[in-house]
């Protein structure tokens, strides 16, 4: 079953900081996936993640979070310094961070103008289903100065648009993970289960 919601909605609560409210959104439609007869759930990108500990708290359902499951591959790797690209919420929110700082993984990010331009770039382009050879050789010039600068050992595909721009299994010797293709695997997982 899918319960498709309301992008606008959810990112004027994010960008205007109302994480109850987005809590409370969230959990009614998760509410209507079990009252549909769902076993479990997921969201099914990485940005409404931010409220996922609280959302999983309110949940009729077992959820399983794309960013754990993310976790879990980076910890089966051996990464230790992956870099981590998505929207801003994703890049400067803690929700990343504190699982991975939990597994003994630093997570690194752009620098600010990077991040600017990457989300910009994601709701401008990638969300509307836009993706220019520029923009990916500008993440690609981004990818390489943090291998450079920042020694990462991994890039991490925090949103579910990048693996579409970014088709690569790995990118100068470093391993792409594409958080929307470990989710699903996560989920195939729990149906055979």
């Not at 205007?16 to 769902?38: C, I, M, N, P």
């Not at 382009?125 to 291998?147: D, H, M, Q, T």
């Not at 299994?169 to 989710?183: E, R």
């Amino acid at each position: 079953m899918i319960n498709s919601i309301d992008l606008k909605r959810l990112l004027d609560l994010m960008g205007s900081k109302q994480l109850d409210a987005l809590t409370s959104y969230l959990a009614a439609e998760v509410r209507k996936l079990a009252q549909a007869g769902a076993d479990f759930g997921i969201l099914a990108a990485n940005t409404p993640h931010v409220v996922f500990d609280a959302l999983r708290s309110l949940s009729p359902i077992p959820l399983i979070s794309i960013i754990e499951v993310t976790c879990q591959d980076a910890r089966r790797q051996g990464l230790k310094r992956p870099g981590l690209f998505g929207t801003r919420f994703t890049m400067q929110g803690r929700f990343y961070p504190d699982v991975f700082l939990d597994a003994g993984i630093t997570l690194i990010v752009p620098a600010p103008d990077e991040q600017t331009y990457i989300h910009d770039t994601y709701m401008n382009e990638w969300v509307n289903g836009i993706f220019r050879p520029e923009s990916r050789a500008r993440l690609l010039a981004i990818v390489a100065r943090l291998k450079a600068e920042e020694r990462i050992d991994g890039l991490i595909l925090g949103g579910t648009e990048l693996p579409l721009l970014m088709r690569d299994v790995g990118y100068q010797g470093i391993p792409i993970l594409d958080t929307t293709k470990l989710h699903v695997d996560a989920v195939v997982a729990q149906l055979l289960s």
